[in-house]
């Protein structure tokens, strides 16, 4: 027998914001083994186990697109070569855009997208050519919470202590452990978390965490509340309450920077902290310690993940975690120090307020409600309504890339017949999803390790400066193309040049400089494109290349500077957050149902991703119903048992499971399972569509459109002659 031929390479995953630095033997031009490379990483050697399941589904071992699909007219799909697909694709889009104007055309940015930096830069290229104001992307349908707080509050451009700096540390409704989500919203190193929280520890930090369910991050806490969902904004509004009321605010702080002290301290009279433990059914003496400890702080870092942001109220529980952050002035000041200013594009950092945008007040606005972009971006959740308005500038073309809006987006009925209306669906992605199956293209992509990279994504966010660039470490299969391509292709067969430039959050596409100006007849080279982007960093594209492991500068850190001017000011109070908190002072408790079932992630898939890898399937054939064991006694519900879980939006059928970290009266179970419309059989179906529990039209918030995704109100039933062991 032949000896394998083997090699040993450097790259990257590419999951998640992480970006781990891995090492992975090649045997016979196939990925056998891979290892955490501690070579420069910023973590140490990490890894989870998310980074062996990228492997796994380039070797075939879970589903996979590839080459590209094209829907046929008995609903079936047939492959076609890439190239043939734009072909038809472009044609289409340039019938629509003479026909209709560039609004007729829309493109959402899924969390695959969010990876693929070349995919992701041509898009936007793409779309600042068109000139089409629909850019959606996921973010509008996860935290945008935190958006219409920069938008309300203001942004504090010094940013916010890192951890390594922190003396207190509260995180509210988030679990990094599980999902490595870290700065700029929550806090945490998205790397190597629990060694991030262990040394927060060792340090001396005190650590607050707030969460429905006592979340492998909890073990951490020195003080951990565990309310009922929901109540975040009270609970934050008694903390500020708190601080006012005992003078534990910084003066200087909010005396230079901020505005409307005088209207939060009426708005938030009527929160006193015995208001707050009543309605989220926790100790008053936890919100007035943690008052204390947040107070008392001398580099405060706040944040929040998920939870706060879906559950109801979350744009002003998202509001008022903030404006408790900038009560006690948990921000960077001039002289403080900078860890990390970037590496492949290194910035200069001031203290500077600047004041609220109220973008969502401007135009362009939607057709379908009256509201305006965040961050660039139009509401997600209001795609099904820009589809099917009665307007001529409804959207009837639809790039889904790296996404499954049709799950994410929940209300399957409202969302599923609005995608049916469309002229032009495409799914630009490596797997056959829900909206995959019912576009009219999909487009088979490149997965990590069969492209080159760049660690773009994630270049200011780790705790240390680093960057690393990775070839394609194995072949791609023969069909599939690469995200960029894709953008590239079709804008060219439009007769459209696009330009790459390094585009970051808050910048405006056509208004950036340099550019790298990609012609419509040769097709443009990633290394050469790779290249550009390194053009103004620290370190140039050769340098970056010889070093495989990736590079850790040495002298990459800073300090914040002092203001350039006077800068803006953060308004902690505006007129329409004040009436916000008024209504929820008085509000009534909803007493509709018995439970309330909270959002969740699990360690083995990314939302959709990897989900059906054998991991992750080991561990959930089903996403279950995770309940605390007590209510289940009391309710007369088996481990195992099938249960129909009940909202006033609709219903979804699963397993129970037992799961004491959760408090009683909360359930919790994650999403992206099962059927778009589950058929009954959750077994069958893979899972359950949490998604058929919420509404499109129900319950959304003002500005963003927010639809209720934690805290919802649901009662669980065992399903009738339905029982599995
Ligand atoms: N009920 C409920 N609904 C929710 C949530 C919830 O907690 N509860 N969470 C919300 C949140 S936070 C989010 S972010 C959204 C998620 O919404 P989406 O981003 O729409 O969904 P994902 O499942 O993350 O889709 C990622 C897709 O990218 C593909 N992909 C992976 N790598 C690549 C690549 O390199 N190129 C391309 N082209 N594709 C790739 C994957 O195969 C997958 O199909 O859902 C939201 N919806
Ligand atoms: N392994 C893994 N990692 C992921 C993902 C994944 O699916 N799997 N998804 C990625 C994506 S798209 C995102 S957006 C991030 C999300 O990252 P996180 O926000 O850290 O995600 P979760 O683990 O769902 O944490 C949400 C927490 O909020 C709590 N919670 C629910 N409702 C409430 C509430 O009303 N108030 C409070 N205070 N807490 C509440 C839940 O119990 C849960 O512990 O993770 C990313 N990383
Ligand atoms: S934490 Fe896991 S999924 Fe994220 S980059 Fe690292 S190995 Fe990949
Ligand atoms: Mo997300």
Same mark, same amino acid.
């Given at each position: 027998?032949?000896?394998?031929?083997?090699?040993?390479?450097?790259?990257?995953?590419?999951?998640?914001?992480?970006?781990?630095?891995?090492?992975?033997?090649?045997?016979?031009?196939?990925?056998?083994?891979?290892?955490?490379?501690?070579?420069?990483?910023?973590?140490?050697?990490?890894?989870?186990?998310?980074?062996?399941? $990228?492997?796994?589904?380039?070797?075939?071992?879970?589903?996979?697109?590839?080459?590209?699909?094209?829907?046929?007219?008995?609903?079936?799909?047939?492959?076609?070569?890439?190239?043939?697909?734009?072909?038809?694709?472009?044609?289409?889009?340039?019938?629509?855009?003479?026909?209709?104007?560039?609004?007729?055309?829309?493109?959402?940015?899924?969390?695959?997208?969010?990876?693929?930096?070349?995919?992701?830069?041509?898009?936007?290229?793409?779309?600042?050519?068109?000139?089409?104001?629909?850019?959606?992307?996921?973010?509008?349908?996860? +935290?945008?919470?935190?958006?219409?707080?920069?938008?309300?509050?203001?942004?504090?451009?010094?940013?916010?202590?890192?951890?390594?700096?922190?003396?207190?540390?509260?995180?509210?409704g988030?679990?990094?452990?599980?999902?490595?989500?870290?700065?700029?919203?929550?806090?945490?190193?998205?790397?190597?978390?629990?060694?991030?929280?262990?040394?927060?520890?060792?340090?001396?930090?005190?650590?607050?965490?707030?969460d429905p369910r006592?979340?492998?991050?909890?073990?951490?806490?020195?003080?951990?509340? +565990?309310p009922l969902p929901g109540h975040?904004?009270?609970?934050?509004?008694?903390?500020?309450?708190?601080?006012?009321?005992?003078?534990?605010?910084?003066?200087?702080?909010?005396?230079?920077?901020?505005? +409307?002290?005088?209207?939060?301290?009426?708005?938030?009279?009527?929160?006193?902290?015995?208001?707050?433990?009543?309605?989220a059914d926790?100790?008053?003496?936890?919100?007035?310690?943690?008052?204390?400890?947040?107070?008392?702080?001398?580099?405060?870092?706040?944040?929040?993940?998920t939870g706060?942001?879906m559950a109801d109220h979350s744009?002003?529980?998202?509001?008022?975690?903030?404006?408790?952050?900038?009560?006690?002035?948990?921000?960077?000041?001039?002289?403080?120090?900078?860890?990390?200013?970037?590496?492949?594009?290194?910035?200069?950092?001031?203290?500077?307020?600047?004041?609220?945008?109220?973008?969502?007040?401007?135009?362009?606005?939607?057709?379908?409600?009256?509201?305006?972009?965040?961050?660039?971006?139009?509401?997600?959740?209001?795609?099904?309504?820009?589809?099917?308005?009665?307007?001529?500038?409804?959207?009837? $073309?639809?790039?889904?890339?790296?996404?499954?809006?049709?799950?994410?987006l929940g209300d399957p009925a409202?969302?599923?017949?609005?995608?049916?209306?469309?002229?032009?669906?495409?799914?630009?992605?490596?797997?056959?999803?829900?909206?995959?199956?019912?576009?009219?293209?999909?487009?088979?992509?490149?997965? +990590?390790?069969?492209?080159?990279?760049?660690?773009?994504?994630?270049?200011?966010?780790?705790?240390?400066?680093?960057?690393?660039?990775?070839?394609?470490?194995?072949?791609?299969?023969?069909?599939?193309?690469?995200?960029?391509?894709?953008?590239?292709?079709?804008?060219?067969?439009?007769?459209?040049?696009?330009?790459?430039?390094?585009?970051?959050?808050?910048?405006?596409?056509?208004?950036?400089?340099?550019?790298?100006?990609?012609?419509?007849?040769?097709?443009?080279?990633?290394?050469?494109?790779?290249?550009?982007?390194?053009?103004?960093?620290?370190?140039?594209?050769?340098?970056?290349?010889?070093?495989?492991?990736?590079?850790?500068?040495?002298?990459?850190?800073?300090?914040?500077?002092?203001?350039?001017?006077?800068?803006?000011?953060?308004?902690?109070?505006?007129?329409?957050?004040?009436?916000?908190?008024? $209504?929820?002072?008085?509000?009534?408790p909803e007493t509709s149902h018995r439970y309330r079932l909270t959002c969740r992630?699990?360690?083995?898939?990314?939302?959709?991703?990897?989900?059906?890898?054998?991991?992750?399937?080991?561990?959930?054939?089903v996403n279950y119903l995770f309940m605390n064991p007590d209510d289940m006694r009391v309710d007369g519900i088996d481990?195992?048992q099938m249960v129909d879980i009940i909202s006033s939006a609709g219903s979804a059928r699963s397993l129970a499971r037992a799961d004491?970290r959760l408090r009683r009266g909360v359930v919790s179970m994650t999403h992206m399972f099962g059927?778009?419309i589950g058929?009954g059989?959750p077994?069958?179906?893979?899972g359950a569509n949490v998604g058929q529990l919420t509404s499109l039209t129900h319950d959304l918030?003002?500005?963003?459109?927010m639809p209720r995704f934690s805290a919802i109100p649901v009662d669980v039933r065992p399903a009738i002659?339905a029982?599995?062991?």
């Amino acid at each position: 027998m032949a000896t394998p031929q083997t090699s040993t390479v450097k790259t990257f995953c590419r999951n998640c914001g992480a970006q781990c630095s891995m090492e992975i033997d090649i045997e016979d031009g196939r990925m056998a083994r891979a290892r955490p490379d501690a070579t420069a990483s910023p973590y140490g050697g990490y890894m989870c186990p998310k980074g062996l399941a $990228a492997i796994d589904l380039h070797n075939g071992l879970e589903a996979r697109v590839l080459s590209s699909l094209k829907r046929t007219a008995d609903g079936r799909y047939t492959a076609i070569a890439a190239g043939a697909a734009l072909d038809e694709i472009a044609s289409k889009l340039s019938l629509l855009l003479e026909k209709h104007g560039p609004r007729s055309i829309a493109v959402y940015h899924g969390t695959g997208a969010y990876r693929s930096v070349l995919g992701g830069l041509l898009e936007r290229a793409w779309v600042s050519e068109l000139g089409t104001p629909n850019f959606f992307s996921s973010m509008t349908i996860d +935290q945008s919470a935190k958006w219409v707080t920069a938008a309300r509050l203001g942004i504090m451009a010094s940013g916010k202590h890192a951890m390594r700096d922190a003396d207190v540390i509260m995180l509210a409704g988030g679990n990094p452990i599980v999902s490595h989500q870290g700065v700029p919203y929550a806090v945490s190193e998205t790397g190597a978390p629990a060694k991030a929280f262990e040394a927060a520890r060792a340090r001396g930090c005190k650590i607050i965490i707030v969460d429905p369910r006592r979340t492998e991050t909890a073990r951490f806490a020195d003080l951990f509340i +565990q309310p009922l969902p929901g109540h975040d904004a009270v609970i934050f509004a008694a903390i500020a309450h708190a601080l006012l009321r005992d003078d534990r605010i910084d003066h200087a702080f909010c005396e230079r920077w901020c505005i +409307q002290l005088e209207a939060l301290r009426a708005a938030v009279a009527p929160f006193p902290p015995c208001l707050a433990a009543d309605r989220a059914d926790v100790p008053v003496e936890q919100i007035e310690l943690a008052a204390q400890w947040l107070g008392n702080a001398a580099r405060p870092l706040m944040g929040s993940g998920t939870g706060p942001s879906m559950a109801d109220h979350s744009n002003l529980a998202d509001h008022m975690i903030e404006t408790v952050n900038a009560l006690i002035g948990g921000y960077r000041r001039a002289g403080d120090p900078i860890r990390n200013v970037g590496t492949l594009r290194p910035k200069q950092t001031f203290e500077l307020a600047v004041s609220p945008s109220r973008s969502f007040a401007s135009e362009p606005k939607c057709v379908s409600q009256d509201t305006g972009p965040l961050m660039g971006e139009l509401p997600t959740a209001l795609i099904p309504g820009e589809i099917t308005a009665d307007h001529p500038d409804r959207i009837r $073309a639809l790039i889904v890339f790296g996404g499954d809006p049709l799950m994410a987006l929940g209300d399957p009925a409202v969302a599923k017949s609005a995608f049916e209306q469309l002229e032009l669906l495409v799914s630009l992605d490596c797997r056959q999803n829900e909206t995959g199956g019912l576009a009219d293209y999909v487009i088979g992509t490149t997965q +990590q390790f069969e492209r080159p990279e760049i660690t773009a994504g994630g270049d200011s966010m780790y705790p240390l400066p680093f960057a690393q660039y990775t070839p394609a470490i194995v072949p791609p299969p023969p069909g599939v193309i690469d995200d960029w391509e894709f953008f590239w292709g079709v804008a060219a067969r439009m007769g459209i040049p696009l330009t790459l430039k390094y585009w970051q959050y808050g910048l405006n596409y056509a208004e950036i400089a340099p550019g790298m100006t990609l012609g419509v007849g040769e097709k443009p080279d990633a290394d050469d494109m790779l290249r550009f982007l390194c053009s103004q960093g620290a370190v140039d594209f050769d340098t970056l290349r010889a070093n495989p492991g990736g590079i850790r500068r040495e002298n990459g850190g800073g300090e914040v500077l002092a203001p350039p001017g006077d800068g803006g000011r953060l308004e902690l109070c505006p007129s329409d957050v004040a009436g916000e908190l008024a $209504a929820l002072a008085c509000a009534t408790p909803e007493t509709s149902h018995r439970y309330r079932l909270t959002c969740r992630r699990i360690a083995e898939a990314v939302n959709s991703a990897f989900r059906d890898s054998a991991r992750a399937r080991k561990r959930h054939p089903v996403n279950y119903l995770f309940m605390n064991p007590d209510d289940m006694r009391v309710d007369g519900i088996d481990e195992n048992q099938m249960v129909d879980i009940i909202s006033s939006a609709g219903s979804a059928r699963s397993l129970a499971r037992a799961d004491d970290r959760l408090r009683r009266g909360v359930v919790s179970m994650t999403h992206m399972f099962g059927k778009l419309i589950g058929s009954g059989d959750p077994l069958l179906d893979g899972g359950a569509n949490v998604g058929q529990l919420t509404s499109l039209t129900h319950d959304l918030q003002p500005i963003n459109f927010m639809p209720r995704f934690s805290a919802i109100p649901v009662d669980v039933r065992p399903a009738i002659g339905a029982r599995h062991e």
